[in-house]
């Protein structure tokens, strides 16, 4: 079991990101911490951290190793908890991020699953930064595609639909815009994800996509605050069928038709990181969102 202990020190000191926080996370001295990674190195026969004074990062036979030991310990406490748990309810803590709007529109399904899994708890994270799954500690993420990132799993969980809207008010008495570019003229409530500005994409059937970029006076990062600017008339807002849908039936706000180019849609996925044995908390987690008919059909 030496080993064994070894790996776990391996990965906590990884997680931490230093030998004094793992050894402090471990209740360990942290000379006790250093003996068992060189331990572990002098078994391997391979260097699997960079050391300085300050701080230390993997090596590549440390990042080739790392997954293969998170694999082993994730399958030796599955293995653990089969033996000892008496009732075979999967349990732990998740760690589930995304952009609010998203996790707050999914709020039932996520109630929904504390219900069906009364020992699993989860600890959300409402943000629209892109978080790295192994140095943020998050479990799972939901992120809206098209995806950059080839190093992890992405199942699709469904496609969300955008919308150029604007509140009846804002639009009274003005000549309606009939295509992508004559937004360029107009007041919009622009979003942005860390002082990055995403373009308005537009696709036609004939003529390919389109990228507009908004002007306007206001900015946000918060997506229901931009939602809440267009009900006040501040301007056009580019927005997702889960923060508009309510509101297009109730006519507090417009979608506008430009010609033939629609909104382009995009996919929302669900992320982690890519093991070979997951933990039953976090198959419990897969199958139950990958099935939800809410989250499927919006």
């Not at 942290?30 to 060189?38: G, M, P």
């Not at 500690?137 to 604007?166: C, E, H, Q, Y």
């Not at 639009?171 to 860390?194: F, Q, T, V, Y």
Request: hydrophobic fraction near 40%; charged fraction near 20%.
């Amino acid at each position: 079991m030496k080993q064994i202990e070894a790996l776990k020190v391996f990965v906590e000191v990884v997680r931490h990101g230093s030998f004094a926080e793992a050894a402090r996370h471990l209740n360990q001295p942290t000379t006790t911490v250093s003996r068992k990674i060189k331990s572990l190195e002098d078994e391997l026969g391979v260097l699997l951290l960079y050391r300085t004074t300050r701080s230390q990062s993997l090596t590549e036979a440390g990042e080739a190793i790392l997954p293969k030991a998170e694999a082993v310990l994730a399958s030796l406490h599955e293995l653990t908890d089969s033996a000892a748990d008496k009732t075979h309810s999967p349990k732990g803590v998740l760690s589930v991020s995304g952009p609010a709007t998203v996790l707050k529109n999914f709020s039932s399904e996520f109630a929904r699953f504390q219900r069906t899994y009364p020992d699993i708890s989860l600890r959300f994270e409402g943000t629209g930064r892109y978080q790295n799954l192994i140095d943020d500690r998050i479990d799972f993420a939901f992120r809206v595609g098209p995806l950059a990132d080839s190093s992890v799993v992405a199942r699709r969980i469904r496609t969300m639909s955008n919308f150029v809207v604007a509140s009846p008010s804002f639009l009274e008495g003005k000549s309606m815009p009939s295509h992508p570019m004559d937004l360029a003229n107009w007041p919009c409530i622009r979003s942005h994800i860390a002082g990055f500005e995403a373009p308005w994409v537009f696709s036609h059937t004939n003529e390919g996509s389109l990228q507009v970029q908004p002007s306007g006076n206001i900015a946000s990062d918060d997506l229901t605050l931009c939602l809440e600017m267009a009900l006040e008339g501040m301007g056009l807002a580019y927005l997702s069928d889960h923060l508009v849908e309510r509101r297009l039936e109730d006519q507090s706000l417009v979608s506008l038709t430009l010609g033939n180019w629609e909104p382009v849609s995009r996919d929302l996925f669900l992320v982690y990181q890519e093991k070979t044995y997951l933990p039953p908390k976090s198959r419990a987690f897969i199958e139950f969102f990958s099935n939800s008919k809410t989250l499927l059909h919006g």
